[in-house]
């Protein structure tokens, strides 16, 4: 950086008036100089330490502040999802706050009539299932039961406590899931009051503070710092779009196959693979694990006369979501997202899993990818990487 | 109440010194006030002190500049000719009303092909490839006569380098020596 400044400092008859204006006639030219490089030192010092004071208050408010968290990154769903249409009716000549708020009440209708269709539905199968649980639990463990049985026949003495073991798991497993209903209602009803408040005005004036963040930021880094932030932007944008995408398509494909099979609890179980899609790599696999669970131990999963022919029709239905997902939204969303190697990418979710447990899992994959495009510029920036060197 | 009249006055005073150096930029020329006014919520203005550098060559370039006040210099480094100087070859000064950079509003993560230096106390109006796509998607108007204006200054541009290199050919050409490379057919 000093070599950069120095390089930027010269020695020209006006810059030494300039200078002498700030330092008075009466120091020589090498010192002005040096005094010159040391207030533009001082003044980048300066902003980059304001610019790190908002970043991190920012960041701290909304990492701290409990369900602020979870509250921002619905309100950054939400904007993503609607600004394209934001921007087409700003773009056909309306003003920007009827063009924001037109999407906000078309989205308000549809969902309103997404939850009077599947709300009743899908609540009476959660129900059901609810009921269902413990005879699930049981038939589980027979199940579990079954193999042991078996193991230990095969190698005598040696005896596992499988069914011991599962059962323990499976009950602090369901049992936490409905100790934490509750909690986990009031929390989302939070969110959902808060979410669309927080993109509606994202949507509104995200652009001015946005900018108004970057004229802080020290003349030398500005351009990167605008760039990086204009990529994060839209590699995010593009990898929310594509994910709320995929997971309709693949909650989509899953409900129908379900129904078409008649398969019991189909509308819940598709939300189900609907939501867990959203987390790459293993999402699918456990967005699966209710129906092929319900198919393995339970009499209203068989759906035709074979119980191992059921549950390969179930689990055909969920590759078949599958298959649709890579063939056709895989290759439209790829090119757009950092390109993160497999390992980082489960290392990061395991990551994402420790730390904010689903969420965190959701999320885990943009954050890596801002993490990693941010540090390639900050490495480049370093280096002064030339096109020579790099072409 | 005084002082919050004077910091509304500024305000409005340092937006219309932005609108008035986009509405004299030949690139803005042709937006309707309205437009410009949308435009110039847009744009950065960034100040720089004297001999501080803007870009330099090299540097990943995002968009260009409008000189509003003060002077910058532009110069190329030129490893041939170690007697030009610290920053490079000296090759031309703008003043108020002139604008640089803009090559890097149209091409993907494109290198500064110089270096910008202020000369003095300045102040610049900086619009860039992120700006003018999202005018593109907000303001499609706009941002098809910016567009248009920007095609017509890179074609300028195109057409002076295309004299200067046939002009360097037919001097090379009197003084007898082969020119370096063949025109393409």
């Given at each position: 950086?000093?070599?950069?400044?120095?390089?930027a400092?010269?020695n020209?008859?006006?810059?030494?008036?300039?200078?002498s204006?700030?330092?008075?006639n009466?120091?020589?030219?090498?010192?002005?100089r040096?005094?010159?490089?040391?207030?533009?030192?001082?003044?980048?010092?300066?902003?980059?330490?304001?610019?790190?004071?908002?970043?991190?208050?920012?960041?701290?408010?909304?990492?701290?502040?409990?369900?602020?968290?979870?509250?921002?990154?619905?309100?950054?769903v939400?904007?993503?999802?609607?600004?394209?249409?934001a921007?087409?009716?700003?773009a056909?000549?309306?003003g920007?706050?009827a063009?924001?708020?037109?999407?906000?009440?078309?989205?308000?209708?549809?969902?309103?009539?997404?939850?009077?269709?599947?709300?009743?539905?899908?609540?009476?199968?959660?129900?059901?299932?609810e009921?269902?649980?413990?005879?699930?639990?049981?038939?589980?463990?027979?199940?579990?039961?079954?193999?042991?049985?078996?193991l230990?026949?095969?190698s005598?003495?040696?005896?596992?406590?499988?069914?011991?073991?599962?059962?323990?798991?499976?009950?602090?497993?369901?049992?936490?899931?409905s100790?934490?209903?509750?909690?986990?209602?009031?929390?989302?009803?939070?969110?959902?009051l808060?979410?669309?408040?927080?993109?509606?005005?994202?949507?509104?004036?995200?652009r001015?503070?946005?900018?108004?963040i970057?004229?802080?930021?020290?003349?030398?880094?500005?351009?990167?710092?605008?760039?990086?932030?204009?990529?994060?932007n839209s590699?995010?944008?593009?990898?929310?779009?594509?994910?709320?995408?995929e997971?309709?398509?693949?909650?989509?494909?899953?409900?129908?196959?379900?129904?078409?099979?008649?398969?019991?609890?189909?509308?819940?179980?598709?939300?189900?693979?609907?939501?867990?899609?959203?987390?790459?790599?293993?999402?699918?696999?456990?967005g699966a694990?209710?129906?092929?669970a319900?198919a393995?131990?339970s009499?209203?999963?068989?759906?035709?006369?074979?119980?191992?022919?059921?549950?390969?029709?179930v689990?055909?239905?969920?590759?078949?979501?599958?298959?649709?997902?890579?063939?056709?939204?895989?290759?439209?969303?790829?090119?757009?997202?950092v390109?993160?190697?497999?390992?980082?990418?489960?290392?990061?979710?395991?990551?994402?899993?420790?730390?904010?447990?689903?969420?965190?899992?959701?999320i885990?994959?943009?954050?890596?990818?801002?993490?990693?495009?941010?540090?390639q510029?900050?490495?480049?920036?370093?280096?002064?990487?030339?096109?020579?060197?790099?072409d | 109440?005084?002082?919050?009249w004077?910091?509304?006055?500024?305000?409005?005073?340092?937006?219309?010194?932005?609108?008035?150096?986009?509405?004299?930029?030949f690139?803005?020329?042709?937006?309707?006030?309205?437009?410009?006014?949308f435009?110039?919520e847009?744009?950065?203005?960034?100040?720089?002190h004297?001999g501080?550098?803007?870009?330099?060559?090299?540097?990943?370039?995002v968009?260009?500049?409008?000189?509003?006040?003060?002077?910058?210099?532009?110069?190329v480094?030129d490893?041939?000719?170690?007697?030009?100087?610290?920053e490079?070859?000296f090759?031309?000064?703008?003043?108020?009303?002139?604008?640089f950079?803009?090559?890097?509003l149209?091409?993907?993560?494109g290198?500064?092909?110089?270096?910008a230096i202020?000369r003095?106390?300045?102040?610049?109006?900086?619009?860039?490839?992120?700006?003018l796509?999202?005018?593109?998607?907000?303001?499609?108007?706009?941002?098809?006569?910016?567009?248009?204006r920007?095609?017509e200054?890179?074609g300028?541009?195109?057409?002076?380098?295309?004299?200067k290199?046939?002009?360097?050919?037919?001097a090379?050409?009197?003084?007898?020596?082969?020119?370096?490379?063949?025109?393409?057919?």
């Open positions: 950086v000093t070599a950069q400044i120095d390089s400092v010269n020209t008859p006006e810059n030494s008036a300039s200078v204006k700030v330092f008075g009466n120091i020589s030219s090498s010192q002005r040096r005094n010159f490089v040391a207030m533009i030192q001082r003044e980048r010092r300066l902003k980059l330490a304001a610019l790190l004071m908002i970043l991190f208050s920012i960041f701290g408010i909304i990492f701290f502040v409990k369900g602020l968290l979870l509250a921002f990154v619905f309100a950054f939400i904007s993503y999802m609607l600004a394209p249409f921007d087409f009716f700003e056909r000549g309306l920007r706050q063009s924001v708020a037109i999407p906000f009440l078309l989205a308000g209708v549809l969902i309103a009539l997404a939850i009077t269709l599947f709300l009743p539905v899908a609540a009476r199968q959660l129900e059901a299932l009921q269902k649980i413990p005879q699930y639990q049981n038939d589980f463990l027979q199940m579990t039961k079954g193999i042991e049985d078996r230990g026949s095969l005598k003495g040696n005896h596992l406590p499988i069914s011991a073991m599962a059962s323990s798991w499976i009950i602090s497993k369901t049992g936490d899931l100790a934490s209903l509750p909690g986990l209602l009031s929390q989302s009803l939070t969110v959902l808060l979410a669309p408040l927080f993109a509606f005005f994202m949507l509104l004036d995200g001015s503070v946005g900018r108004s970057l004229a802080v930021v020290p003349n030398h880094i500005f351009e990167m710092c605008l760039d990086l932030h204009h990529q994060i590699q995010l944008a593009g990898f929310v779009r594509a994910r709320i995408l997971g309709i398509i693949v909650g989509g494909v899953v409900w129908l196959g379900l129904l078409g099979l008649g398969f019991p609890y189909a509308t819940i179980l598709a939300i189900f693979a609907a939501v867990m899609n959203l987390i790459p790599y293993l999402g699918p696999i456990f694990i209710p129906a092929i319900i393995l131990v009499p209203e999963g068989q759906v035709v006369d074979s119980h191992s022919l059921s549950l390969i029709l689990i055909g239905v969920y590759l078949l979501a599958q298959l649709i997902d890579v063939a056709f939204i895989i290759p439209l969303v790829v090119a757009k997202i390109n993160l190697h497999p390992v980082t990418v489960v290392i990061s979710i395991i990551i994402g899993a420790q730390a904010m447990g689903i969420l965190g899992m959701v885990s994959i943009p954050v890596a990818s801002s993490i990693k495009l941010i540090s510029a900050i490495f480049e920036h370093i280096l002064r990487l030339k096109p020579q060197t790099f | 109440m005084n002082l919050l004077e910091n509304l006055f500024r305000k409005s005073r340092h937006e219309d010194v932005s609108r008035k150096a986009l509405r004299e930029n690139l803005f020329q042709d937006l309707s006030s309205k437009e410009l006014q435009i110039s847009l744009v950065h203005k960034r100040t720089y004297s501080e550098t803007v870009f330099q060559q090299n540097d990943v370039g968009g260009m500049y409008i000189v509003v006040a003060g002077r910058i210099e532009v110069f480094s490893p041939s000719a170690p007697e030009s100087g610290a490079g070859l090759i031309t000064q703008l003043s108020e009303g002139d604008f950079g803009e090559i890097a149209v091409e993907d993560s290198h500064r092909t110089a270096t202020a003095d106390e300045t102040t610049l109006l900086g619009f860039f490839r992120p700006d796509t999202e005018v593109l998607a907000r303001n499609p108007s706009a941002g098809s006569k910016i567009i248009l920007l095609a200054v890179l300028r541009r195109l057409k002076e380098t295309t004299e290199v046939s002009d360097l050919r037919k090379l050409k009197e003084l007898g020596t082969p020119p370096p490379f063949e025109a393409r057919k």
